[in-house]
């Protein structure tokens, strides 16, 4: 069962386009990375799915939700954690937790259980207590997916979700979003420009480049359409997006990521 | 509607939390009220400007409504930090009314603004203004200045969402609330101003909301409870066109606010 879909979804800033006539769909249970340069639209696409920014034409479906016209009912049923950090450095974990659960109605009695059980999920509940701007980096990553994840959403939406991480917190990251497809068998849309990344989480992948997939399929699928023996996932970006690379990034967009990359780490 | 208030009570409680773990901010905020009780309203105590009245009554009701309307104006700071960070974000994926975030967020500017009013009446009474402690005026202070907060940092948000930097909103917060200070009734009675800026004055929320806390308030004489007591002060509305012009301003600001927030993280 198609869980997103899209249909020649597009999204232009003034003349330039980010997203170009997008068709593209993924299966229930999945878990879908979309790859490419910046600048090749991924996170316009993100931002749109996830009813922030309206398309400028064409449309999607989340479940059976247009995002056009029912964006409500579509932000019912995702999660989302964007680039930059979404929790709070004031308030402790927990309250973090539970601030989401009130906002995605959970029933009153059901908030705190369940903020406690995602705690414990995310290997967090010794700190639950402790106000976020004390946590590591890896730790706030854990506690967003968890903030995202409090009113089981049928599809999560992560972006670039160990940008700026050590290796040590990105393997305990990548661990807890492979238990959290096991237990809740949630779907999953990510971007990243890590080839291992997509590589140990993604069941699919999509080379994008200039607003357009290129091309998309198993990450051994990938691998081998190219002629190159024992070809990485690497290789294959290398073929499929080489010829479009760009410089690409403002200014704004490099300050943001160092930015974001530094208060991670 | 019941979805409105359960979710723009979340963004409150959760706003107010913060507060608790970190008070000192509040509480540094009472600085500047006090100064210009403690100097600038000793000093021009002995002007006689206000014929007739004790001038640190007259002062004190005005000194409450200008410190909301600085904690206020600034709040949408607040508002471009969270998005940069990228909370905005994750809020506004949320199924929650977009008029709850900005009422929500403006309640809490209400709020922050509590413990500014209990300076200040401490203060005030130390001066030995002749404050009326009845409880139904106490109350009616508050809601006026809990009303000032909303409207202001509102206001405040309207306006980070659509300049959207923190460089361009520091200038057009200064730019803007020392207009709207000057040109109401905080620190002098609008009969003392030019006829032009009387005009100014009228439009200006401030001049209601001071005129309303004046009312309630035991700063000023309120010997015959209502507007008389500002001795020399023609502003005279009555209570009720005071608290029917912050609502209804609020309201507008709070529909356009809701309308603009999506704006801000584009």
Redesign the interface.
Known sequence: MKIIETKKLTRKFGSFTAVDSLDMAVESGEAFALLGPNGAGKTTII?ML????PATSGEAYIGDFNINTQP?KV??I?G?????????G???GL?NLL??A????IPPGECKPRALNALEFMGLSDSGKK?VHQYSGGMIRRL?IA??MMHRPKVLFLDEPTVGLDPIARKTVWDHITKLRKEFNTTILMTTHLMDEADNLCNRLAFMSRGKLITEGTPQELKNSINKPDATLEDAFIHYTAETLSEGKTFSEVS?ER??SKRLG | MNTFIRKTWVITDFEIRKILHDPTEVLMRAVQPALWLLIFGQVMARTRMVPGENYLDFMSPGILAQSVLFVSIFYGIAIIWERDLGLTHKFLATPTPRTALVLGKALSAGIRCIPLMIIIYILAALLKVHIIWNPVNLIGVLLFLILGAILFSTFSLIIACLVKTRERFMGIGQILTMPLFFASNAIYPIALMPNWLKVISHVNPLTYMIDGISHVNPLTYMIDGMRVLMIGSPTGFSLFTDFTVLIISSAVFVIIGGGLYKRVII
């Open positions: 931002k996830t009813t922030l920014l409500n932000r019912k995702i989302y954690v964007p680039q930059m950090i979404s929790v709070d004031t308030l402790t309250e601030l989401f009130k906002l995605y109605d106000q967003e903030q995202s943001r930015k974001t």
